[in-house]
């Protein structure tokens, strides 16, 4: 992972752009798994649309405070997608 573990806490309603610059989603909330204080990945919500798609941490390349952007190292093809 390339950011820190508490700047993922603080990216719900971030906007995440994909490595080509495309639109994935909106973060909808952080997800744990093997660590009750880490994430492990990104829940991604695009608009009203039931489906999100899941972000692995390491997927995320830079967050960007500012702009409120999440910058991700793949396409957003490469993420799967649940519910």
Known sequence: MSVPAS?????????????RGRV??????????TQPDI????SVR???ARKRR??????VEQIDGSSGVVGLSVERDSLRSFL
């Open 7 to 19: 700047q993922l806490l603080q990216t719900s309603g971030y906007l995440v752009a994909d490595a």
């Open 24 to 33: 994935v989603g909106r973060v909808e909330c952080p997800m744990y798994g």
């Open 39 to 42: 994430p492990d990945a990104l």
């Open 46 to 48: 695009r608009g009203f």
């Open 54 to 59: 899941l972000v692995p941490v390491d997927a």
